[in-house]
C-alpha cells in the first residue's frame, strides 16, 4: 500500500485578495491531485483476493485523503463536476467510490462524446478518453441500468446486439412488431429498452445490428440529440415523421432498414439538419427539392434505389446555399447517372447542368461527373444490328470540353479504349476570339474531339432506327 498522502496546509486568507487567490490556488491544487489520482493506470493482480484487497486498500486510503482533504472538499460542486468531465465514463465511474462529494458532482457531469472533442480542440487528461458506450453485452447493459441514475447526463450512446456466451437475447418488443418474427424470438431472453429515455442529454444515439422488434418512441424523444444514426436494424419500424421528437438534430445516417415515409417530413428540422445520409431504404420517397431552402444543409446523400424524385432543371440560384454534396439516384433527371425516357430532354438538362456549375455550386465539381444515357424503356431506343464492326447506336452521353468552352455530345459506350464514335458537339457557350490566349488551346483540343465523329457526323443526336441502318451500310459497307 502506498503511503497516505500529506495533506495540504489550511489556507488563512486575510485580505479579500488573499482570499481569492488562495480559493483560486486552492481549486488548481484539488483539481491537479484529482487529475493523477484518476488518471493512474490501474494495477493488475494474480488472484481475485488480491485484486479485492488492493482495491479495498485503495479505495480506504483515497476515501481518508479525499475526505480530510480540505482542498478536494472545498471544491464547489460544479466545478467538480467540470473536472469529472474531462475523463471518460470508464474513469468518472471509477472515481465515484472516492467519496460522497465525487459522486455527487457524477450525477451532474456532462460526460463529454467524441464529436465536441474533435470539434472543439477539448482534451481529455484520461489515459482512455472512452466517451461512447456500447451495449453489447448483458454486462454492458447492467451498467447502463447502473448508469441512468449514477451518471444520467450521458452524451454518446451506442447500442447493438446483446449477446452472453451461447445465450440469446434480445429488447423486448415494440408497438406493432412483426408477427412472425416475434414468434421466432419469444424464447429469447428480453430486456427493456426504455431505460435509455433517462439519458436527457443525449447528444449522438447509435441504433446498429440490435434485436429490435416493431416501433420505439422511445428512440425520439431526446430534444438535445444532434446526430441519429440507425442501421442495419431489419425489424425496426418507423417513420421520418417520428423525428419531429427530435427537434436539436444536425444529422441523420440510415442505411439498411425499413424506414418509411417522405422527406418532406424533415422540414420541422428545416433550421437545424445538416447532413442526410438515407442508403438502402427503399420505401423514402418525395421530391428532393422540398430540402432547397434548407440554409445550413452541407451534405445531402439520397442513393441507392431511393424513391425520391426530382429534376434538376429546378435548381435556382439561392437553392441548397449552403450544400458542398450532393448524391442522389437515378430517378432524378439530370443527376450522376440518370437515363432519359426522351431525347429531346436533353439539351435543356445539359443547360441547366453548365448553368449550375457556372453558378459556382461546389456540389457539382467537375462536370465529368455526369454520365447520361437513353432508358432502354425509351420507346426511342433500339439495339444496334449485331454485325461483327458494326458501331452500337449512340445512346450515351457525355460533357467535352475545348480550351475554355464546354459542350456535350451523343456517342456510343466506350469500349476497349477503341474511338468513341460520336456525334456532333453541342456547344453550351461561344467559340473563344480568335486573337484570345485561349483560341490555340481551343482550336487543338477541338480537333482531338472531332476525330472521334465519323460514322455519325452531321448529326447532334441519335439518328432514328431507319437512318442508323443506313449509315452503317453506307459508312461500312454492311
Not at 96 to 118: E, H, Q, S
Not at 271 to 284: A, P, Q
Request: proline share 5%.
Amino acid at each position: 500500500m502506498s503511503p497516505q498522502p500529506k495533506k495540504s496546509k489550511r489556507i488563512r486568507p486575510s485580505t479579500s485578495a488573499n482570499n481569492a487567490a488562495a480559493a483560486m490556488e486552492m481549486e488548481i491544487d484539488a483539481a491537479d491531485r484529482l487529475r493523477l489520482l484518476l488518471a493512474a493506470p490501474e494495477t493488475e493482480t494474480e488472484t481475485e483476493t488480491e485484486t479485492a484487497n488492493a482495491a479495498a486498500a485503495e479505495v480506504e486510503v483515497v476515501d481518508n485523503f479525499l475526505n480530510d482533504d480540505p482542498n478536494i472538499q472545498g471544491l464547489s460542486n460544479k466545478l467538480t463536476a467540470t473536472i469529472l468531465g474531462f475523463l471518460g465514463y470508464k474513469d468518472i465511474m471509477r472515481s465515484r467510490i472516492c467519496c460522497r462529494k465525487i459522486r455527487d458532482a457524477a450525477r451532474t457531469t456532462l460526460v463529454p462524446w467524441t464529436d465536441d472533442c474533435y470539434h472543439t480542440g477539448s482534451y481529455s487528461y484520461s489515459h482512455s478518453m472512452e466517451t461512447q458506450i456500447r451495449i453489447k453485452s448483458v454486462q454492458k447493459y447492467k451498467a447502463i441500468v447502473a448508469m441512468t441514475s449514477a451518471l444520467p447526463n450521458l452524451q454518446h450512446l451506442k447500442i447493438s446486439g446483446i449477446y452472453e456466451g451461447r445465450n440469446e437475447h434480445k429488447y423486448c418488443d415494440g408497438v406493432d412488431p412483426d408477427e412472425e418474427w416475434a414468434a421466432k424470438t419469444a424464447k429469447r431472453v428480453a430486456h427493456d429498452i426504455q431505460v435509455v429515455s433517462n439519458f436527457r442529454q443525449l447528444r449522438h444515439l447509435v441504433i446498429e445490428s440490435v434485436q429490435v422488434n416493431g416501433k420505439y418512441p422511445v428512440f425520439f424523444n431526446f430534444p438535445l440529440l444532434q446526430k441519429l444514426e440507425v442501421n442495419c436494424c431489419s425489424y425496426m419500424k418507423w417513420d421520418l415523421k417520428m423525428l419531429a421528437g427530435l427537434p436539436s438534430l444536425k444529422e441523420l445516417n440510415v442505411s439498411h432498414t425499413p424506414l418509411t415515409g417522405n422527406i418532406k417530413s424533415l422540414l420541422v428540422l428545416k433550421n437545424t439538419l445538416e447532413r442526410v445520409c438515407v442508403c438502402y431504404c427503399f420505401n423514402i420517397e418525395g421530391n428532393f427539392i422540398d430540402l432547397a431552402d434548407f440554409p445550413l444543409l452541407k451534405y445531402l446523400n439520397l442513393p441507392n434505389y431511393s424513391l425520391v424524385t426530382g429534376d434538376m432543371r429546378d435548381i435556382c440560384e439561392n437553392d441548397f446555399p449552403m450544400l458542398e454534396t450532393l448524391n442522389l439516384w437515378k430517378g432524378v433527371i439530370g443527376y450522376k447517372f440518370h437515363e432519359f425516357q426522351r431525347i429531346a430532354d436533353v439539351p435543356s438538362v445539359a443547360e441547366a447542368i453548365y448553368r449550375l456549375k457556372q453558378m459556382k455550386k461546389t456540389f457539382i465539381p467537375d462536370l465529368n461527373m455526369f454520365s447520361w444515357s437513353l432508358s432502354r424503356d425509351s420507346p426511342e431506343w433500339y439495339a444496334s444490328n449485331g454485325e461483327r464492326g458494326h458501331p452500337d447506336p449512340p445512346f450515351s452521353i457525355d460533357f467535352v470540353q475545348a480550351g475554355s468552352r464546354v459542350g456535350w455530345r451523343w456517342k456510343i459506350s466506350r469500349r476497349y479504349n477503341r474511338a468513341t464514335n460520336s456525334c456532333e458537339i453541342n456547344w453550351l457557350g461561344p467559340e473563344p476570339d480568335r486573337e484570345s490566349s485561349d483560341y490555340e488551346v481551343y482550336s487543338r483540343e477541338l480537333q482531338s474531339l472531332q476525330e472521334d465523329i465519323f460514322c455519325f457526323e452531321g448529326y447532334h443526336q441519335p439518328p432514328s432506327q431507319d437512318e442508323y441502318k443506313r449509315l452503317c451500310e453506307e459508312y461500312y459497307g454492311i
